[in-house]
């Protein structure tokens, strides 16, 4: 069955490291997206690639880049983990078309930056 | 802009039934969501609702959706303690967009 992975489920890292997020989905979905999750925040997008090569900024991206070199992964990286960065993140794919809004989530990462 | 406004708690006895309700600004969005999100995993799409459509029923779930004043809503029958979870209402997206919007989600607590 299809599905969308993410990997490390838990992640504790110190402030200034750099820390790398996967995300696998083997939907053969064009779209996959970043988001994370905090209390009082909802979901909110940090990037998100419409194909290989193609990247985009969504409204939380300081601190965050992504790269898009094949279909099926969409890492994400903190190019230096500050604290505020503590959050749980999910990524999600969706096809191209008029279904596009159905997205389909990982299971999430919890990152805790100290 | 677009926003999608949803109350953040709500508690209900188990066996009643749940409404959860959304408002949405976007008045061309063609699909209408519900998504689950149970305790330490991701959102998964529960149901939707196309935008000419006023009511979708699939078993315990009722999805009423008012066009007029951009009101979603989602009722649950029956509701038992395997409900409890947070859900999360969104509107599709337009203008080119394949992002939805989504609400900050409403966390359904059930207790005996």
């Known amino acids: 069955d299809a599905e969308i992975t993410q990997s490390p489920r838990h992640k504790i890292t110190e402030t200034g490291r750099q820390v790398t997020l996967a995300c696998h989905q083997t939907?053969?979905?064009?779209?996959m997206f970043w988001y994370r999750q905090d209390l009082g925040h909802g979901l909110r997008l940090i990037h998100y690639?419409?194909?290989?090569?193609?990247?985009n900024k969504g409204e939380v991206s300081d601190g965050y880049s992504v790269s898009r070199s094949n279909t099926e992964d969409l890492p994400l990286t903190l190019e230096s983990a500050a604290s505020s960065q503590t959050s749980v993140y999910f990524c999600?794919?969706?096809?191209?078309?008029?279904?596009?809004?159905?997205?389909?989530f990982g299971p999430g990462t919890r990152l805790t930056v100290t | 802009g677009e926003d999608v406004e949803q109350s953040l708690f709500l508690s209900v006895r188990e066996g009643d039934s749940s409404v959860i309700n959304c408002t949405y600004t976007?008045?061309?969005?063609?699909?209408l969501y519900w998504y689950k999100q149970e305790p330490g995993a991701g959102l998964q799409l529960l149901t939707y609702?196309?935008?000419?459509?006023d009511m979708k029923q699939d078993q315990r779930l009722t999805v009423l959706l008012n066009k007029k004043d951009k009101h979603l809503s989602l009722r649950i029958a029956d509701t038992q303690t395997g409900d409890s979870a947070i859900y999360f209402c969104?509107?599709?997206?337009?203008?080119?967009?394949?992002?939805?919007?989504f609400g900050r989600g409403t966390s359904l607590i059930v207790h005996p």
């Open positions: 939907w053969n979905h064009n779209n």
């Open positions: 999600a794919s969706s096809e191209f078309g008029t279904s596009s809004a159905e997205q389909y």
């Open positions: 609702i196309f935008s000419n459509m």
């Open positions: 976007d008045s061309s969005s063609t699909y």
């Open positions: 690639s419409y194909g290989v090569q193609d990247t």
């Open positions: 969104a509107e599709s997206p337009s203008g080119g967009s394949y992002i939805p919007t």
